[in-house]
């Protein structure tokens, strides 16, 4: 399923993101649907949204030569699923071993990639998934970006709602508690990380495709707590987005 941006007009050059996930509950759709909107904040970004179906499985291959297509033609990707017994989910892993025939003719190399993964567990073992998809992206020969902001809640002041909350750099890591709907996915320090990640992606994305230049934001970890702090107290910080239709 794929949501193509429309209606935007810009002058900056374009550059295709395209956010590939699989979910079964919906929790880790909501991570997605908030990276596509920071990527959707960078003039010039064509932001595509994909959920890998179960039933593009067949025989334990995924198949679906219009997401192919897409990917073919992206400038970035980000990757996610739910972490499912310490792993990606077998939906996206179907997907992972479908992309055999651009590991063979190289044709995602220097594409930019990232990586996202929703669990219940506070850990429950998510490095692995992102090193999983990590790996997946290097076999493939594209540049793999992490997440780019300090750690929160890892002080006595700290909240769940601080950015990166579960301090994760290879990729991004959100945790949803496991009696609740996708309503309640993540923290909203999780969301509003998972929109920084999109627009860092899509940013990067600009200025490695097309030289758009962009000045590095850096920040002490003084000022990134002091950052979430004043985002606790915001009444319009990101909500929860509507799901795309069909995704
Ligand atoms: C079969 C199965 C395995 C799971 N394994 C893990 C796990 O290893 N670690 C963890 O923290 N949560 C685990 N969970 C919880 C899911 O990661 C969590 O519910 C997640 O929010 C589901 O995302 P989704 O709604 O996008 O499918 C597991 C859930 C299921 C159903």
């Known amino acids: 399923m794929t949501v193509k941006d429309a209606g935007r007009e810009h002058d900056a050059p374009m550059v295709t993101v395209t956010v590939v996930y699989h979910s079964v509950h919906g929790h880790t759709r909501v991570l997605a649907e908030h990276i596509a909107a920071g990527a959707r904040l960078v003039p010039g970004a064509e932001v595509h949204l994909v959920g890998l179906r179960p039933e593009d499985v067949t025989a334990g291959r995924w198949h679906d030569a219009d997401v192919l297509e897409l990917l073919e033609r992206s400038d970035a990707m980000v990757m996610g699923c739910p972490t499912l017994m310490g792993s990606v989910s077998a939906v996206f892993k179907a997907f992972m071993e479908a992309a055999f025939t651009p590991f063979a003719t190289q044709a995602w190399k220097d594409k930019l990639a990232g990586g996202f993964t929703m669990s219940a567990s506070q850990s429950g073992d998510k490095l692995l998934v992102l090193e999983q998809l990590a790996v997946f992206a290097t076999q493939l020969g594209m540049q793999w970006i992490g997440v780019g902001d300090m750690p929160g809640n890892n002080w006595s002041g700290g909240d769940r709602d601080d950015l990166n909350r579960l301090g994760s750099w290879l990729g991004l890591m959100s945790q949803s508690h496991a009696d609740q709907g996708p309503e309640h996915a993540g923290s909203r320090g999780d969301r509003i990380t998972a929109e920084r990640y999109g627009e860092r992606i899509a940013r990067l994305a600009q200025r490695w495709v097309n030289g758009v230049p962009y000045r590095t934001p ?30």
């Open 218 to 247: 850096r920040m002490t970890e003084h000022q990134a707590r002091e950052l979430s702090a004043s985002l606790r107290q915001r009444d319009d910080a990101p909500a929860v987005p509507a799901a795309p239709a069909g995704a």
